[in-house]
Structures are given as structure tokens and as C-alpha cells.
């Protein structure tokens, strides 16, 4: 991949409107992995397995004989909302059994504090969102070495406030995850937030970037798969050889563009 910066289009970008820029807030910390302390990724817990970066990706490895687990507590939710949670995933080696790898395991709960607390259940057919793309016992399909992704749109029960938000690996599966992500409302109100602002745009082949130099930047898919992670320069960052006839999001920074390529 050839990067190269032109800090004059900057300018031409400013005059470009149509391109949209999401302003939906990830309540999720560090859901991209980025940070680390020495054994985790920050704002993480891991139990029974252990936790290594692997590129963009936290790798977990089960390590006891009953499941691993990934999970982060996501504060200041409110009753009646709707959330919309994401996430990518790859199941390096399935274990011992098909099919049976690993699946979310998310839960709501009032929290006021470490002595006043309780588990919620959803409500409706929230039920069958909270625990797996099937239902309470289901787990994530088994694609060896295939990243693929997951995400639902869920409704927080009375006296909701925070919701936890785990993954389990089972059956000595190694699977690696990334792209996490909590953001209020669904996803068709996610794209409705969507304002007239300059941003990534696409010319003759080429996906153009606005963004500080040294930002992180991201394209993915619509499916949420990452097809490229660059380092920008001071301007505007150009990014080749990226796959064409789709729609592209690009997030540089905490800004979200959707590029038609």
C-alpha cells in the first residue's frame, strides 16, 4: 500500500460537502485495543485465559477447563434506551468442539455500588440479543482464520444503569476480537445522525483522508471487516489499493466517514 500527502488538498477538501461524518459516542473503552497494560488491554478484565495484542485484535486463550472471558463494565446507561453493540471476531483454532468457540454474554445491571447491585433481565425478545446471534445458548459460528461480524440492537430494562459486556471462549478455542463498540440507538438512527461535513472522500481510485498527523486510521467494510490500518501525515492522508465498488467507513481519529468507492 502507497501513502503519500498532499497538505493542498486540505483546501479542496474543505469545499467538498456530502460526505458524512457519524456522530454516534462508543461507550465502550479502549474497544479498539489500542492501550495495554502489561497483561490486558486497559479498561478490560481476563479470567481463566490469557490476553495478547495481535495487531488490532485482543487474542484470548482459554486457560481453564470451564471458559475464558473478556469483559468490560459500561457505565451511565439509562432505562428504556436503545443501544446498538458491535463487534468483529476470528476464531483462530476452534478447540474440541464444532461450532462452540465462543459468544457474547451480555448483561444489564443497577449499579449504585459495590454493595447495592443487581442483575436485570432483558426484557421481550431482547432475550434472544443479549446472549448470541441465536438465543441464549447459541455460539458463534466456527470460520477458522475468517474475521466476521456481530452486532444487535438492544432495549436497557427498568432501572438499567451500566451493562456488562463479556465475551466467553470455550473448549480451548483461541479467538481474537476488535471493533467493539456501544452506541446509543439503533442502527438506522445511527445513520440518521449523520451531519453535511467535510471528510474522507474517494477520487480517481484513491480514498483521501483529513486528519492529524500520527491518527489512526481505519477502513472497513460495511460488514464491519478492516480491510486497512495507516498512520496519517499532517494534511490529507491518500490511501491506494483498496478494493473497489463498495461503500467504505473510514474513521480517522474519532471521526466516521462513509467513502462510496
Same mark, same amino acid.
Given at each position: 500500500?502507497?501513502?503519500?500527502?498532499?497538505?493542498?488538498?486540505?483546501?479542496?477538501?474543505?469545499?467538498?460537502?456530502?460526505?458524512?461524518?457519524?456522530?454516534? *459516542?462508543?461507550?465502550?473503552?479502549?474497544?479498539?485495543?489500542?492501550?495495554?497494560?502489561?497483561?490486558? $488491554?486497559?479498561?478490560? &478484565?481476563?479470567?481463566?485465559?490469557? +490476553? @495478547? *495484542? %495481535?495487531?488490532?485484535?485482543?487474542?484470548?486463550?482459554?486457560?481453564?477447563?470451564?471458559?475464558?472471558?473478556?469483559?468490560?463494565?459500561?457505565?451511565?446507561?439509562?432505562?428504556?434506551?436503545? &443501544? @446498538?453493540?458491535?463487534?468483529?471476531?476470528?476464531?483462530?483454532?476452534?478447540?474440541?468442539?464444532?461450532?462452540?468457540?465462543?459468544?457474547?454474554?451480555?448483561?444489564?445491571?443497577?449499579?449504585?455500588?459495590?454493595?447495592?447491585?443487581?442483575?436485570?433481565? #432483558?426484557?421481550?425478545?431482547?432475550?434472544?440479543?443479549?446472549?448470541? $446471534?441465536?438465543?441464549?445458548?447459541?455460539?458463534?459460528?466456527?470460520?477458522?482464520?475468517?474475521? *466476521?461480524?456481530?452486532?444487535?440492537?438492544?432495549?436497557? $430494562?427498568?432501572?438499567?444503569?451500566?451493562?456488562?459486556?463479556?465475551?466467553?471462549?470455550?473448549?480451548? +478455542?483461541? %479467538?481474537?476480537?476488535?471493533?467493539?463498540?456501544?452506541?446509543?440507538?439503533?442502527?438506522?438512527?445511527?445513520?440518521?445522525? /449523520?451531519?453535511?461535513? $467535510?471528510?474522507? &472522500?474517494?477520487?480517481?481510485? /484513491?480514498?483521501?483522508? #483529513?486528519?492529524?498527523?500520527?491518527?489512526?486510521?481505519?477502513?472497513?467494510?460495511?460488514?464491519? *471487516?478492516?480491510?486497512?490500518?495507516?498512520?496519517?501525515?499532517?494534511?490529507?492522508?491518500?490511501?491506494?489499493?483498496? #478494493?473497489?465498488?463498495?461503500?467504505?467507513?473510514?474513521?480517522?481519529?474519532?471521526? /466516521?466517514?462513509? %467513502?462510496?468507492?
Amino acid at each position: 500500500m502507497r501513502l503519500f500527502t498532499k497538505t493542498w488538498m486540505m483546501a479542496a477538501a474543505i469545499c467538498i460537502a456530502g460526505f458524512a461524518q457519524v456522530n454516534a *459516542q462508543n461507550l465502550v473503552q479502549n474497544g479498539d485495543f489500542s492501550v495495554w497494560a502489561t497483561d490486558k $488491554p486497559e479498561s478490560w &478484565y481476563v479470567y481463566d485465559a490469557t +490476553a @495478547t *495484542q %495481535v495487531d488490532d485484535a485482543c487474542q484470548i486463550v482459554q486457560t481453564s477447563t470451564s471458559k475464558g472471558t473478556l469483559l468490560q463494565h459500561v457505565n451511565g446507561l439509562e432505562a428504556g434506551k436503545q &443501544y @446498538t453493540f458491535s463487534l468483529d471476531f476470528k476464531v483462530a483454532t476452534k478447540g474440541s468442539k464444532d461450532n462452540a468457540a465462543a459468544r457474547v454474554w451480555f448483561r444489564w445491571q443497577r449499579y449504585a455500588s459495590s454493595t447495592d447491585k443487581e442483575w436485570l433481565d #432483558p426484557v421481550g425478545d431482547d432475550l434472544s440479543k443479549m446472549h448470541g $446471534p441465536g438465543g441464549d445458548t447459541s455460539y458463534f459460528e466456527d470460520k477458522e482464520g475468517e474475521w *466476521q461480524s456481530y452486532s444487535a440492537t438492544i432495549t436497557a $430494562p427498568a432501572k438499567t444503569t451500566s451493562l456488562e459486556y463479556e465475551f466467553r471462549v470455550y473448549n480451548g +478455542a483461541t %479467538v481474537l476480537f476488535k471493533n467493539c463498540t456501544l452506541v446509543e440507538g439503533t442502527s438506522s438512527s445511527i445513520e440518521a445522525n /449523520v451531519i453535511e461535513t $467535510p471528510a474522507a &472522500y474517494a477520487a480517481d481510485g /484513491v480514498v483521501y483522508v #483529513p486528519a492529524n498527523a500520527g491518527e489512526r486510521i481505519v477502513v472497513s467494510n460495511v460488514a464491519g *471487516q478492516t480491510i486497512a490500518v495507516v498512520t496519517a501525515e499532517e494534511g490529507v492522508t491518500a490511501i491506494n489499493n483498496l #478494493p473497489a465498488n463498495q461503500i467504505l467507513l473510514v474513521k480517522a481519529g474519532n471521526k /466516521v466517514s462513509k %467513502v462510496i468507492f
